[in-house]
């Protein structure tokens, strides 16, 4: 008879225990990043709102009209006069002056093009900060003498489904986009509209109002693309 074998000592693993405290740290800190990823995202409509509600003096009327909530660019293909493609998320890291129309572009369409160009000029140190951009919503011909002059005045000119734009760039009830110059951040979000007929006056308080925005972003607005060609 065999004797019986000896006891086997098990052998456990006993893994450490979360410190007291630890989980709950560890959920704050989680909650901390969510709520930051939050506040960056809502930035832009914060200081829009800031700037329109609390930096503007009295008795000073503002024109633009902030668009909530702000409407993120589509993840879409755009196409160049050329018929070369280009994402439209890629327009991103500069603010933007957006006039949309289509490609016939009778003269009072050339005439918005030409306030556009001359509001961007009017706001001076600034605007380099800005491209300014004529997207078409339908598959018409460009004049070529109108599209070699926005190209020589450094315009974006841009064919996007209209679909597509309507959503990007709406409209209020009774309206058109033809109507309005979007103002979109540089994060893609349209966030404010100015009437595209600008007179003298009017033009005055959209260019305020293009100022406070842009002094206002400086803290969180990095450097963009034409900053970026001047350091190369």
């Not at 405290?21 to 959920?27: C, D, I, P, W, Y």
């Not at 930051?36 to 009209?65: D, T, W």
């Not at 734009?165 to 966030?191: E, H, S």
Request: hydrophobic share 45%; proline share 8%; aromatic share 6%.
């Amino acid at each position: 008879m065999n004797p019986s074998p000896p006891d086997e000592v098990l052998g456990l693993t006993v893994h450490s225990l979360p410190k007291p405290g630890e989980a709950a740290r560890a959920v704050a800190s989680g909650r901390l990043k969510l709520l930051a990823i939050l506040l960056a995202c809502s930035l832009p409509v914060l200081v829009a709102y800031f700037v329109f509600h609390v930096m503007r003096p009295q008795g000073q009327a503002g024109l633009g009209e902030l668009i909530t909530p702000v409407r993120a660019v589509p993840e879409v293909q755009a196409s160049t006069l050329d018929g070369a493609s280009l994402a439209l998320p890629s327009l991103k890291a500069q603010w933007l002056l957006v006039k949309v129309d289509g490609g016939a572009c009778l003269q009072d369409c050339q005439k918005q093009l030409t306030v556009l160009r001359q509001f961007r000029l009017m706001l001076g140190k600034d605007m380099d900060r800005l491209d300014w951009l004529w997207l078409i919503n339908d598959q018409a011909p460009v004049d070529p003498t109108l599209a070699a002059s926005l190209k020589k005045d450094s315009a974006t000119v841009l064919r996007v489904d209209a679909a597509h734009l309507a959503r990007w760039l709406p409209a209020p009830a009774g309206k058109v986009q033809q109507d309005f110059i979007y103002v979109v951040d540089p994060m893609g979000n349209t966030m404010m509209r100015f009437p595209s007929q600008l007179d003298s006056v009017a033009a005055s308080k959209a260019k305020r109002d293009m100022a406070h925005l842009l002094r206002a972003s400086l803290a969180w607005d990095p450097p963009g693309r034409q900053a970026g060609v001047a350091g190369q």
